[in-house]
């Protein structure tokens, strides 16, 4: 698979400002990397404050920096962005990634798990979507917030992800409707990435993974790259009209 660095440098996010939520690992640090190299100021951020130290280098030249944020506390989001606002003067894109799995059972979930899951992966996003449109309803923006086929797709595990991700589905749509009629020139849109090959994956038995690419139509798994692509083009102005779509990257795995 073709990495970041064996892309070209297109500058599509030049001049811009872009948050990145669960930006210490996987999709989310890919996100950042390519943000990064395509011009944009990055403002890495997570709750893993050694894993955000340790990759900040990755992003290269420019003034990024990082950032601890509990998205599911709303004060946590409020220091964010007064931070971005403060060393960037503004924000442009908000791109709301940070989540975590469910693997069990509807009978298996405990209310406590459940509550989790959702204040993390739907409460979440609603604040990064409020505070968004706090700080770019001026001057416009893009919100890009990262469902799951998850959303599109039921499954017999993780009803909490599920139905968290599926909110964040319908959340998009609200959002980018409000903004639209609201006179905004903010879009927001959703990506649901497929199976892809993140270190949660790597966790898996090989059988496991062979299985779940056996039942994606391209035959493999999909990589961060792949998702990192989509995010780059619902946050660049080449989507400028597209606002409350979902765009689904999963190999054909949701058909």
């Known amino acids: 698979m073709t990495s970041i660095d064996e892309m070209p440098d297109t500058q599509r996010l030049k001049g811009k400002v ?6 210490a690992s996987g999709i ?16 890495l951020s997570d709750v893993n404050e050694a894993a955000l130290l340790r990759e900040l280098p990755s992003l290269g030249e420019g003034a990024h920096a990082q950032i601890v944020l509990d998205v599911a506390s709303e004060n946590s989001w409020a220091a964010a962005f007064d931070f971005a606002q403060l ?14 799995p469910a693997q069990t059972s509807i009978e298996d979930t405990s209310l406590e798990a459940w509550r989790r899951v959702t204040s993390i992966n739907l409460d979440g996003t609603f604040l990064g979507c409020k505070y968004a449109i706090q700080y770019m309803k001026r001057s416009g923006g893009s919100i890009v917030n990262v469902s799951s086929i998850g959303a599109l797709k039921a499954s017999t595990i993780g ?3 599920g139905a968290a991700k599926a909110g964040v589905w319908n959340l998009t749509k609200t959002v980018a409707l ?15 990435p497929g199976l892809t090959h993140t270190p949660m994956m790597d966790q898996a038995p090989p059988a496991t993974i062979a299985r779940l690419q056996a039942s994606i139509p391209v035959q493999r798994l999909g990589e961060p790259l792949d998702m990192a692509y989509a995010a ?5 102005d080449e ?5 409350g779509t979902s765009l689904v990257v999963d190999g054909g795995y949701s058909l």
Not at 18 to 23: H, K, M, N, P, S
Not at 35 to 40: D, I, L, P, S, V
Not at 178 to 192: E, P, V
Not at 232 to 236: D, E, K, V
Request: positive net charge; glycine residues 10%; hydrophobic residues 45%.
């Open 18 to 23: 872009a948050v990145v939520t669960g930006a």
């Open 28 to 43: 989310g640090l890919v996100i950042a990397r390519l943000f990064a190299r395509n011009g944009a100021t990055v403002l």
């Open 87 to 100: 060393l960037f003067g503004r924000v442009d894109i908000v791109v709301n990634n940070a989540g975590i």
């Open 159 to 161: 009803p909490a992800y």
């Open 178 to 192: 409000y903004c639209a009629r609201t006179g905004y020139d903010i879009r927001c849109n959703s990506l649901h």
């Open 232 to 236: 780059l083009y619902l946050a660049s």
């Open 239 to 243: 989507s400028r009209y597209v606002t």
